[in-house]
C-alpha cells in the first residue's frame, strides 16, 4: 500500500510541473557574452606588413610560448613593435629566452626579403640559443602555383 | 475601479521577455566576430653554436646540395631544377639512401620566399635530416 501512495503521489507531481523554468535562460546568456567577451584576446602588436610565403606543409604554431619576429621587403626588422637593427635581435631575445626557456621564434618574413637579413637573424638568435624557430606561413589554396 | 488600477500597472513594466533573444544575438555575434589567431609556419630547430666544433662526418655520397641562387634558379647537386619537381626527386634519392642529408643552400641575394619553398617541399618529400646553409 505504502509503496503504491508513492507512486501516485509522483506521477501527480510531474503532470504539475512538466515546463522547463525559462526564467534565467536570459542571465545564463548574458553570463556566456560577458565571459566572451572578456577572454577575447585582442592583437597584441600591428608588427609590419608582411606578405608570408605559400606552404603546404605548414603546421600550426601554438601561440603562447611565440614571440614574432616581422622582417618586410626593405629588411626592416620589428620586434614587439619597435624596429631594431639585426645585431640587436640577439639582446632582445636573451632577454626573452630567459624568462621563459620553451621561446618560439616566429620569422614572420615577406617572401620578396632577401635572404641574408633572415640568416643574419638565425645567427644572431644561435648566438643566445633560441634555436625553436618557426618560418611562419600561409596555407597554400592552389600547391600548383607556389611562388 | 479594481480594473482601472490593474491596467495602469501593465502599461508601467517593461518588457522583458525578449532580453534572452538580444543577449543571445549578441552572444552568437560575438562568437562568429571573434577571429581566433592560426598562425602556420614551418618549424625548425637551428643548431646550437657549441655543435659547430663538433664536426659530422657524412659521406659526400649521401649529400644532397639543394642550391638557391643569386637569381632565384635551383640546383639539385649541380642540376637545374624546378620547385614543383623537387619533391620527387628528393623522395627517389631518399629511397635509394635512407641516410640521405639535404643541404638547403641559399644565396644571400635569394628571395627568402624561394627558400621556403624548397623547404616546404624537403618537408612534403619526408626528408628528415635537412641543414640550412648561406652561401659565402
Excluded: W
Excluded at chain 2, 521577455?17 to 544575438?25: G, K, N, Q, R, Y
Amino acid at each position: 500500500m505504502g509503496a503504491l501512495g508513492v507512486a501516485l503521489d509522483f506521477r501527480r507531481r510531474n503532470g504539475r510541473g512538466s515546463a522547463i523554468p525559462t526564467a534565467a535562460t536570459g542571465d545564463i546568456a548574458f553570463l556566456l557574452l560577458i565571459f566572451f567577451m572578456v577572454t577575447a584576446i585582442f592583437v597584441k602588436e600591428t608588427g609590419l606588413v608582411v606578405d608570408l610565403p605559400r606552404a603546404e606543409a605548414g603546421e600550426r604554431i601554438k601561440q603562447d610560448l611565440v614571440s614574432n619576429v616581422y622582417i618586410n621587403k626593405r629588411g626592416q626588422i620589428s620586434i614587439d613593435d619597435m624596429l631594431v637593427s639585426p645585431q640587436d635581435v640577439s639582446a632582445l631575445m636573451g632577454q626573452k629566452i630567459a624568462a621563459n626557456s620553451g621561446l618560439i621564434v616566429a620569422i614572420k618574413a615577406d617572401q620578396e626579403t632577401p635572404y641574408r637579413v633572415v640568416s643574419d637573424v638565425m645567427d644572431e638568435l644561435k648566438e643566445v640559443s633560441a634555436l625553436r624557430v618557426s618560418f611562419n606561413t600561409m596555407p597554400d589554396g592552389n600547391p600548383g602555383r607556389k611562388y | 475601479m479594481i480594473m482601472k488600477s490593474r491596467r495602469k500597472k501593465m502599461i508601467t513594466g517593461i518588457e522583458l521577455v525578449s532580453t534572452s533573444d538580444v543577449a543571445f544575438l549578441l552572444l552568437i555575434f560575438f562568437i562568429v566576430s571573434t577571429a581566433f589567431v592560426l598562425d602556420m609556419g614551418l618549424p625548425l630547430l637551428l643548431p646550437a653554436k657549441e655543435s659547430a666544433r663538433q664536426v659530422l662526418r657524412i659521406r659526400q655520397s649521401n649529400v644532397a646540395t639543394l642550391k638557391v641562387n643569386a637569381d632565384n634558379g635551383l640546383t639539385l647537386d649541380g642540376k637545374i631544377i624546378e620547385v614543383d619537381h623537387i619533391k620527387v626527386a628528393i623522395a627517389q634519392r631518399l629511397q635509394a639512401q635512407p641516410q640521405l642529408v639535404v643541404v638547403l643552400e641559399t644565396h644571400p641575394d635569394a628571395n627568402y620566399g624561394m627558400m621556403v619553398a624548397c623547404l616546404d617541399e624537403l618537408k612534403l618529400s619526408d626528408a628528415r635530416r635537412v641543414s640550412l646553409k648561406t652561401s659565402r
